[in-house]
Nanobody, 127 residues
Framework: QVKLVESGGGSVQTGGSLTLACAISQAPVRDICMGWYRQAPGKMREGVGV???????RYLDDVKDRFTISQDNAKTTMWLQMNSLKPDDTATYYC?????????????????????WGKGTLVIVSS
């Protein structure tokens, strides 16, 4: 059973930065697709960005010039560096993973759910 635990959420003012981390355990290292999603109050969950096993990424248009996803070589930790934060970025952020999904199949997961999820971490951006 893959386990995911997010950390790093908090409150920040408009224009500030935060880095979220996702610790993943009990997952096969190869071909694991990982991603960040968010859900704002009263809105549907949306994909923020995904990263495949080779490190290729895809982002939501609204964040692609501000957010960066990265992962360590062992694929035990994934980060989401968020810069130039806006109030619209306020949401609960979830990390997710799905083993044995790679390449374009992984990148397309930006628009679909993955199999395994963390419990989320809250990010609040105040104006």
């Amino acid at each position: 059973q893959v386990k995911l635990v997010e950390s790093g959420g908090g409150s920040v003012q408009t224009g500030g930065s935060l880095t979220l981390a996702c610790a993943i355990s009990q997952a096969p290292v190869r071909d694991i697709c990982m991603g960040w999603y968010r859900q704002a109050p009263g809105k549907m969950r949306e994909g923020v960005g995904v990263i495949d096993g080779d490190g290729t990424t895809r982002y939501l248009d609204d964040v692609k010039d501000r957010f960066t996803i990265s992962q360590d070589n062992a694929k035990t930790t994934m980060w989401l560096q968020m810069n130039s934060l806006k109030p619209d970025d306020t949401a609960t952020y979830y990390c997710a993973a799905e083993p044995r999904v790679y390449g374009s199949m992984c990148l397309n997961k930006l628009h679909y759910a993955m199999d395994y999820w963390g419990k989320g971490t809250l990010v609040i951006v105040s104006s």
